[in-house]
T-cell receptor, first 109, second 114 residues
Framework: GIQVEQSPPDLILQEGANSTLRCNFS?????LQWFHQNPWGQLINLFY???GTKQNGRLSATTVATERYSLLYISSSQTTDSGVYFC???????????FGTGTQLKVEL | GAGVSQSPSNKVTEKGKDVELRCDPI?????LYWYRQRLGQGLEFLIY????????KSGLPSDRFSAERTGESVSTLTIQRTQQEDSAVYLC????????????FGEGSWLTVV
């Protein structure tokens, strides 16, 4: 099956810093989504981005489907950005959304 | 309701007992997913329902696990003869259809088997 790898696995930032999270996938995809899991376990959908670039406030995402990667940018990070960031992909005619390995982010004051 | 609702939010059960977890998807959402997340780990796909089609059960880890859904409404995930390795949070999600649409997760059911 498809492999979805994320980097870095862990990241510590000072409040106000910027960061880039990466998601690499091993096969063609027709749906890619980014999620944030907060420290209480709630998963929030950030972006549906099978290709191109989208922005939402301090967050933006870019997917280059032909090169099999996606990037999530966090600017001016805040402590509330802490948690785990997952990318997830559908492939072909599959029904399941396969999740990546996750990036654990901690933003400190 | 406004979001995906799961119950119970927390469950502690003795090894060998059966448990039933419930998911109430967002109204109008035809697709429903169950995932399992062990502590500190990623999400493992369990099962997918789409309308009245046959469910995709390819992620169920053993025959102790089963799930049902009535039409496009509530789903129940049943774990029989629970084992300690079943301890995890069980997450339910729904969307308007399986592919190409935003997926919304519930807050999960935290299961501890002692």
């Amino acid at each position: 099956g498809i492999q979805v790898e994320q980097s870095p696995p862990d990241l510590i930032l000072q409040e106000g810093a910027n960061s880039t999270l990466r998601c690499n996938f091993s096969d063609s995809v027709n749906n890619l989504q980014w999620f944030h899991q907060n420290p209480w376990g709630q998963l929030i959908n950030l972006f549906y981005i099978p290709s191109g670039t989208k922005q939402n406030g301090r967050l933006s995402a870019t997917t280059v489907a032909t090169e099999r990667y996606s990037l999530l940018y966090i600017s001016s990070s805040q402590t509330t950005d802490s948690g785990v960031y997952f990318c997830a992909v559908f492939t072909g005619g599959g029904n399941k959304l396969t999740f990546g390995t996750g990036t654990q982010l901690k933003v400190e004051l | 309701g406004a979001g995906v609702s799961q119950s119970p939010s927390n469950k502690v059960t003795e090894k060998g007992k059966d448990v039933e977890l419930r998911c109430d998807p967002i109204s109008g959402h035809t697709a429903l997913y169950w995932y399992r997340q062990r502590l500190g780990q990623g999400l493992e796909f369990l099962i997918y329902f789409q309308g009245n089609s046959a469910p995709d059960k390819s992620g169920l880890p053993s025959d102790r696990f089963s799930a049902e859904r009535t039409g496009e409404s509530v789903s129940t995930l049943t774990i029989q003869r629970t084992q300690q390795e079943d301890s995890a949070v069980y997450l339910c999600a729904s969307s308007t259809s399986g592919l190409g649409n935003t997926i919304y997760f519930g807050e999960g059911s935290w299961l501890t088997v002692v």
